[in-house]
C-alpha cells in the first residue's frame, strides 16, 4: 500500500488498469492509439511524398493522373473513412455495451453524493442496521462488482477513478450507475472531473480496494457507534464538540452530534484524509479546524477562531481518538 504522504501523487494513468471496466477502457484506448497513430504516420508520409515528387523540372515528371484521380477520392476519401468510422463506432459501442451499472447482481452497492466540494459515501446493505456513511474515502472488496449509484446534491459533477473506470457524471435529481471490480487490492486515487466551482481541483477521494474479509471487518468497525471516552482530556473534546459550531453540521454516532450537512465524523481517525485532501494528522486538523478556509478556500467549513489552545489541542485529540 502507499503511504499517505505520497497518496496524491498517483498517476492518473488509463493505460495501467487495476479495475474490470478500467481494463477494458484501456483496450479501447489503445485501439485508438495504434489506429490513430498509423493514420497520422500515413498523413504526414503523404504530405512529405506529394511535396517532394514535383521537384525538378516539369518534364522530368509524368503527373499522376489516372481517371483524374478519382482513385484517390474512392479510397481515401470515402472508402478508408468510412471502413475506420464505422469499426471505431462498433468497437466503442460494444465496449459501452459491456460497461452498464444495472446489469450484474453487484456484491455491494454504494451511493455517493457529490457535494460542493466532497463525497459522501453510503453504505446500501438492505438490512437498515448494516448501512453507513463514511466521505472521501470508498472501500470495496477486491474480486467482487461493486454498484455504485451516484447523485449530486447541487451542481454537476464528475466521478472518475482512471485506475478503475472511467468518468461518470453526478447529476442533481438523476442517478447515474456504475460497476466497479478491483482486480488488485491498493489505494487507487479518485478526482471529480467537471468543473464545479472553486474547489473543483481539491475535490479528491480514495478508493481502498481490500481483500473481502478485510472490507467485512472494516464494515463492521464503520457501523460501530463512536466508542464512549472517559479519559478527562477526550471527554473535554467530545464536549467541545457537542457545545460549539461542529455539532450543527457533523454526525458522531453514539454522542449529541448530529448534524447532516458535512461528513459523518463517527469513524474521522480511520480514514486516510482531512477533506479529501491532506493526510490525516493531529497537526492537519488542528489547522483544518481553526482555519479549513485557508486550506480550501470557499469549503462550507467556517473559520473557527473560538477555541483556546487547550480546547482546540482536546478536541483534535478526541477526533483523531474516534477510530
Ligand atoms: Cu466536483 Cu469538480
Known amino acids: ?75 481515401g476519401g470515402v472508402a478508408l473513412p468510412v471502413t475506420v468510422l464505422t469499426s471505431l463506432f462498433v468497437v466503442t459501442v460494444v465496449t459501452l455495451n459491456m460497461l452498464p451499472g444495472d446489469r450484474e447482481e453487484p456484491a455491494l ?26 466521505a472521501n474515502e470508498i472501500h470495496i472488496p477486491v474480486g467482487q462488482p461493486v454498484r455504485i449509484e451516484l447523485i449530486s446534491s447541487d451542481v454537476i459533477h464528475s466521478f472518475w477513478i482512471p485506475k478503475l473506470h472511467g468518468k461518470i457524471d453526478a447529476i442533481p435529481g438523476h442517478t ?48 460501530e457507534p463512536a466508542a464512549p471516552v472517559t479519559d478527562p482530556k477526550l471527554v473535554k473534546g467530545r464536549e467541545a464538540f457537542e457545545g460549539y459550531a461542529c455539532a450543527l453540521c457533523h454526525s458522531i454516532r453514539g454522542t449529541k452530534a448530529r448534524g447532516q450537512v458535512a461528513p459523518d465524523l463517527t469513524h474521522f481517525a480511520s480514514r486516510m ?37 487547550e480546547t482546540l489541542n482536546a478536541l483534535a485529540a478526541y477526533l483523531e481518538s474516534l477510530e
Open 109 to 134: 452497492a454504494v451511493k455517493v453524493t457529490a457535494h460542493q466540494w466532497w463525497w459522501e459515501v453510503d453504505y446500501l446493505y438492505d438490512d437498515l442496521p448494516q448501512r453507513f456513511s463514511t
Open 176 to 223: 447515474n450507475a456504475l460497476i466497479v471490480e478491483a482486480e488488485e487490492p491498493g489505494v487507487y486515487r479518485g478526482e471529480c472531473a467537471e468543473y464545479c466551482g472553486v474547489q473543483h481541483a481539491h475535490m479528491r477521494f480514495v478508493v481502498v480496494a481490500q481483500p473481502p474479509e478485510e472490507y467485512q471487518a472494516w464494515a463492521a468497525r464503520q457501523r
Open 1 to 75: 500500500m502507499k503511504t499517505l504522504e505520497n497518496l496524491f501523487d498517483f498517476p492518473f494513468n488509463i493505460f495501467d488498469p487495476a479495475g474490470v471496466q478500467a481494463g477494458w477502457l484501456a483496450n479501447l484506448g489503445w485501439v485508438l492509439v495504434v489506429l490513430m497513430s498509423v493514420l497520422i504516420i500515413g498523413m504526414a508520409v503523404l504530405v512529405v511524398w506529394g511535396a517532394l515528387r514535383r521537384r525538378g523540372r516539369l518534364e522530368e515528371h509524368m503527373p499522376i493522373d489516372v481517371d483524374g484521380g478519382k482513385g484517390w477520392i474512392l479510397w
Open 273 to 309: 484524509t482531512i477533506g479529501g485532501i491532506m493526510p490525516n494528522t493531529r497537526a492537519r486538523l488542528q489547522a483544518w479546524i481553526v482555519n479549513a478556509q485557508a486550506l480550501k478556500p470557499g469549503v462550507r467549513m467556517p473559520t473557527l477562531e473560538e477555541f483556546d489552545g
